[in-house]
C-alpha cells in the first residue's frame, strides 16, 4: 500500500509519517517546507520505503505527480493560522482550499481510493452547543481559516461522491506536542525566553479550548480510519480532541512554573469579548463520542499534553 502526506514534514504530518513508516506502509512525503522542515523526516530520508517531494501544492502539476501509484492519500498541507485571516485571507483560501482543489482534481485520473483531510474545530465556530457534536448546525465558522476549512470539506465530500473514492474527514481540536512550531505554547516560552520577567497574553486569558497530544492524535486518526474502511461509507465526519479544556491562563502558569519562571501576566485585553485576534473562538469543546466508539481513547488530558508538549519543547526530561 503506497500512502501519500501531505504536509508530511510538518508537525502532525511527520509525526504520522513517523507512524505509517513504522507500520510498513510505502510513504511518500510532499511538502514545500513553508513550516515543516526535512530535520522532523530525517530519521527515513535513506530508507527504501521512503520518498520525499519538496514542492507547493498551488501547483497542479507537482500535486499530479504526488498522487502517481497512490492508493491512499491524507491531506495535512496548510497554512494553520487562524490569526493572519484578517490580513491575509487570500494566503489562507490559496494553503487551505486551492490547494485542495488541485489535489482532488490530480485524484480523478488516479487509484486513490482512501482521502483522509484533517479538518479543524474552527468549522464550528461560535458553537451553542459544547461539547460540540459532528451533526451540529448550522456551521458557522467565525474566521477566514475556518470557513477554508469548511469549503476544503465540501469540495472533498462532492469530489468523492462523484467520483468515487472515500473520504475521511477529522476534525482536529487544539494539537500540541514536539516539533510544533506555533501556536500559544510555542509562542509563550519564545516570550519568556526573551523577557523572564513578564508575559504578555493576548485577550484576556479566558480563552478556554481542548487540547490533545499529537501523540493521541495520531493514534486517533488511524484507529478511526481503520473504523472507517470496515464501514465503508462514501464519506464521514470525526471530531478528535479531548474530553477536558484548559484556559490560555492556565497555559501560562504551566509554561511559567516547567520554565522556573514567576512573570507578571500582562494581558493585552484583546478584542471582541477578549479574544486574542479577531476569529479567535473562545469556548472550544467537541464531543468525542464518535470517535472513542471506534476504540481510541485519549492517553493524556488537556492539562498533562501542555505540561508534556512544554518540557518537549524545552527538552527536558519527561
Ligand atoms: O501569544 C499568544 C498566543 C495565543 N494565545 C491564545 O491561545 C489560544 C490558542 O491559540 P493557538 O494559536 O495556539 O491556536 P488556535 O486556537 O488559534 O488554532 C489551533 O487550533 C485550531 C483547531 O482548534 C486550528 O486547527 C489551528 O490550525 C490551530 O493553530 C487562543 O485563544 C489565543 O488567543 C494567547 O493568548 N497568546
Avoid: C
Amino acid at each position: 500500500m503506497k500512502v501519500l502526506v501531505t504536509g508530511g514534514a510538518g508537525f502532525i504530518g511527520s509525526h504520522l509519517v513517523d507512524a505509517l513508516m513504522e507500520k510498513g506502509y510505502e510513504v511518500r512525503a510532499l511538502d514545500d517546507l513553508s513550516a515543516g522542515t526535512l530535520e522532523n523526516v530525517k530519521r527515513w530520508l535513506d530508507h527504501e520505503r521512503f520518498e520525499f517531494i519538496k514542492g507547493d501544492m498551488r501547483d497542479p502539476g507537482v500535486v499530479k505527480k504526488a498522487v502517481e501509484d497512490v492508493d491512499i492519500v491524507f491531506h495535512l498541507a496548510a497554512n494553520p493560522e487562524v490569526r493572519i485571516g484578517s490580513q491575509s485571507p487570500e494566503l489562507l483560501y490559496e494553503t487551505n482550499v486551492l490547494i485542495t482543489y488541485n489535489l482532488l482534481q490530480a485524484m480523478r485520473n488516479s487509484n486513490v481510493k482512501y482521502l483522509i483531510f484533517t479538518s479543524s474545530s474552527t468549522v464550528y465556530g461560535d458553537a451553542e452547543k459544547l461539547p460540540t457534536p459532528e451533526d451540529y448546525a448550522p456551521l458557522e465558522p467565525i474566521s477566514v481559516y475556518g470557513g477554508a476549512k469548511l469549503a476544503a470539506e465540501a469540495l472533498i465530500s462532492g469530489y468523492a461522491h462523484t467520483f468515487d473514492f472515500n473520504a475521511l474527514i477529522i476534525r482536529l481540536a487544539n494539537i500540541i506536542g514536539k516539533r510544533s512550531n506555533h501556536g500559544v505554547i510555542y509562542d509563550f516560552i519564545n516570550k519568556l525566553k526573551r523577557n523572564p520577567k513578564e508575559l504578555e497574553i493576548l485577550g484576556d486569558g479566558t480563552q478556554r479550548k481542548s487540547y490533545l497530544h499529537v501523540s493521541d492524535t495520531i493514534e486517533g486518526m488511524l484507529t478511526i480510519f481503520e473504523h472507517f474502511k470496515r464501514e465503508g461509507k462514501r464519506v464521514d465526519f470525526y471530531n478528535l480532541g479531548n474530553e477536558d479544556w484548559i484556559t490560555v491562563r492556565e497555559i501560562a502558569q504551566i509554561v511559567s512554573e516547567e520554565m522556573g519562571l514567576s512573570p507578571e501576566f500582562k494581558f493585552t485585553g484583546g478584542i471582541d469579548g477578549g479574544r486574542g485576534w479577531k476569529g479567535d473562538v473562545k469556548l472550544m469543546l467537541l464531543d468525542i463520542s464518535k470517535a472513542k466508539r471506534t476504540g481510541w481513547r485519549p492517553r493524556l488530558n488537556s492539562y498533562e499534553a501542555v505540561r508534556r508538549t512544554v518540557r518537549e519543547l524545552l527538552g527536558k526530561d519527561l
